[in-house]
């Protein structure tokens, strides 16, 4: 999650892919002639759409509809429905599998299923959803889309911050309220110019979030595995905090960017909320399992820290008498941090150039090792 320059993807070229030399694949030899100018374009009109394989189109768990002309340029589309109803005649085609919201699940099954399965490409960051050393094991290569979905993750933890420091929830109910005669005086939110924030994982994401937190006159504190450079420090006015014990103690915000992992499971418990200042509020965009939801509650009903804002839990959705949708100091949304129209088609368009890369055995942009 190291920041950087963005790598392009593919929505500068709508009639063709990006022109890259082409690699040996010694699996399959192609029946064209080589050459350090031969482009991705030129491969793809010499061969048969390769066959990638989503759960749905549309739906809830599809791909989406809009994106399904862009896919069915470069590829063969099936479904899982389809799959399953043909499977002798599918199972030897499917080079590629594109996961949207996790979906298709990828168990042993259907890899077995799958024996010229090249490479499974995520919709997203996170793979803590995938079993990485059971899909390496079938010689089956990963890849995720971390460019894209950066800047719109970034965003929804910034309006996640202020929706909960202003009570913009609250005063919007209180605003268009039948029973509203008039506005409280009294009825005040928290200061976010001049706050601390504390981000716990500068990746790509925590970083774009301290340019933003920077814009709103914070100070701002961080702790992540490896240290920010000096520039990169002072270019956002950022302070290291080794420990998180310190970052918890002094910050008036908390936001969680960290991927999940065996180390970040429950991250953030009793011990580290108990920490946290009074007045203080925990934002998580990262992964719902990062946070004991459980300490969670009880330090929101008890007072131990002031308010929370989610836009990750565990479940998703959370049942509906789940103890935390009962709470007035918690702004919870439905996993909004690539939901725009512009994040969502850059997401597939890396998506897209991960599986063209692997499927004609050029070096994957974001591959992703066990």
């Given amino acids: 999650m190291h920041g950087g320059a963005a790598k392009p993807t593919l929505s500068s070229y709508p009639e063709k892919l990006p022109s890259l030399p082409l690699a040996s694949h010694p699996e399959e030899p192609m029946v064209l002639e080589r050459s ?3 482009t991705l374009t030129q491969i793809m009109e010499q061969r048969e759409l390769p066959v990638l394989l989503v759960n749905e189109v549309g739906g809830l768990c599809g791909v989406l509809e809009t994106h399904v002309e862009f896919l069915k340029k470069h590829f063969h589309l099936i479904t899982m429905k389809e799959f399953l109803k043909n499977k002798t005649h599918w199972s030897k085609k499917v080079q590629a599998i594109y996961l949207w ?4 699940i990828i168990d042993r099954q259907l890899l077995e299923s799958l024996p010229d399965l090249k490479v499974i490409a995520n919709s997203g960051t996170g793979m803590d959803h ?14 995720n889309a971390p460019h894209a979905v950066s800047s719109s993750t970034a965003d929804i933890g910034m309006a996640l911050l202020l929706a909960s420091a202003r009570r913009l929830v609250e005063g919007c109910q209180m605003a268009v309220s039948p029973n509203t005669e008039c506005f409280a ?10 706050a601390t924030l504390g981000i716990i994982g500068m990746g790509r994401i925590g970083y774009k979030i301290a ?21 990169e420090e002072r270019a956002v006015g950022a302070t290291y905090c080794t420990k998180i014990e310190d970052l918890l103690q002094q910050s008036d915000f908390v936001l969680l960017v960290v991927s999940l992992t065996p180390q970040t499971r429950k991250l953030i418990g009793k011990k580290e909320l108990e920490l946290m200042k009074p007045t203080a509020t925990l934002i998580n965009i990262s992964r ?5 939801q459980d300490a969670l509650v009880e330090t929101l009903q008890t007072g131990v820290i002031k308010a929370a804002a989610l836009d990750v839990t565990y479940p998703e959705p959370l049942p509906r008498d789940h103890p935390l949708l009962k709470l007035k100091n918690i702004l919870i949304t439905p996993h909004l941090g690539i939901k725009t129209d512009k994040t969502t088609s850059m997401v597939m368009e890396e998506a897209v150039a991960n599986i063209l890369a692997a499927v004609n055995g050029l070096p994957i942009p974001n591959e992703v090792f066990p």
Wanted: charge should be negative; proline fraction near 4%.
């Fill in 130 to 143: 995938l079993d990485l050393k059971l899909i390496s094991s079938f010689g089956v290569k990963m890849a």
């Fill in 288 to 292: 719902g399992p990062v946070v004991d």
């Fill in 36 to 38: 350090e100018d031969t």
């Fill in 211 to 231: 340019l933003r937190a920077k814009a709103f006159e914070m100070k701002i504190l961080y702790h992540n595995r490896n240290r920010r450079t000096e520039e």
């Fill in 185 to 194: 005086a009294d009825w005040l939110g928290d200061e976010v110019s001049g």
């Fill in 101 to 104: 919201w996790h979906k298709p």
